[in-house]
């Protein structure tokens, strides 16, 4: 599977809240980044995921951009009360995503999805 493919699959799996997809394409050293201001780890971003995708009335990819082994994706996820914006840049190696960097409207995240980042 191409870099294309896969990262179309990934995003794919985690909007449908499959949880078992979204980590068996994920490598299981992946390096994970975001800019939500807790700790990311594998287990982290794949309940926050699904809780997004449970949330969101609707999740739209805005941008795909694909060049060798990498990737970038923009999503609009959109809620009764507004939409927020995630761009998402990854790093495909041996078929899996090795490196995910996400980044967040938080304002937007904390204001239309109230309780989202909340423990």
């Given at each position: ?7 179309t ?86 078929g ?14 904390r ?9």
């Amino acid at each position: 599977m191409g870099t294309a493919d896969l990262v179309t699959f990934y995003a794919y799996s985690w909007m449908t809240r499959d949880r078992t997809a979204v980590r068996r394409l994920i490598a299981p050293d992946a390096e994970i980044e975001w800019n939500l201001g807790i700790p990311v780890d594998d287990e982290e971003l794949v309940q926050t995921l699904h809780r997004i995708a449970a949330f969101a009335d609707s999740i739209t990819i805005k941008s795909t951009a694909c060049n060798g082994d990498r990737a970038s994706l923009v999503y609009d996820c959109t809620a009764p009360f507004g939409t927020v914006r995630i761009a998402e840049f990854l790093e495909v190696a041996d078929g899996r995503v090795a490196d995910i960097r996400q980044v967040y409207d938080v304002v937007a995240l904390r204001r239309f999805f109230p309780g989202l980042l909340d423990d």
